[in-house]
């Protein structure tokens, strides 16, 4: 038998097991309103959305750019907050292509269930980074994601590299 270590997990577990990681309602509504925004892994707050990191992450550096409003459908939100989504977007890339040097992107919405939407209740749009070669037998046999960084060291990374950038 083999194992995969995973030791930095053990927070979330035992953080998901007391309720700390539920909080009640929404998570993108609640995320950018709590006082320490690493709790919530928020990376930049705009005025109309904001930018968070996946906690269950597809690829280390995977981000999400969030409304404020709690909206399921992109025909409901207002075309400063689009344009302001899609700014974050472009900054989420450079972003990443400085910090990970990603050989490509999944960029979109998975908007409904029949979608693949996780959190079909409050619209979001996924920025992946992807290299070559990141989705090997362990995805596809095992059903498991080897994520390579901790998600606190990949926060402390895209927030740094965010609140310089502003």
């Avoid at 920025?127 to 995805?139: C, Q, T």
Wanted: with cysteine.
């Amino acid at each position: 038998m083999d194992f995969l270590w995973s030791p930095w997990r053990y927070h979330y577990i035992r953080a998901n097991a007391d309720g700390t990681l539920r909080p009640e309602g929404c998570v993108f509504c609640h995320a950018p309103t709590v006082e320490d925004l690493s709790t919530t892994l928020v990376v930049a707050r705009g005025e109309w959305s904001f930018v968070i990191m996946n906690l269950f992450p597809y690829t280390s550096g995977h981000l999400m750019v969030v409304p404020y409003a709690h909206v399921s459908s992109l025909a409901q939100v207002d075309d400063e907050t689009v344009a302001e989504i899609m700014a974050f977007v472009k900054r989420a890339q450079r972003a990443l292509d400085a910090l990970y040097y990603p050989d490509g992107y999944n960029i979109g919405m998975n908007l409904g269930k029949a979608a693949g939407a996780g959190i079909e209740q409050h619209l979001h749009m996924h920025v992946v980074p992807r290299w070559v070669g990141d989705s090997n037998f362990v995805s596809v046999i095992g059903e498991t994601r080897v994520i390579p960084e901790d998600l606190q060291a990949s926060y402390d990374k895209i927030s740094r590299y965010f609140a310089e950038q502003e």
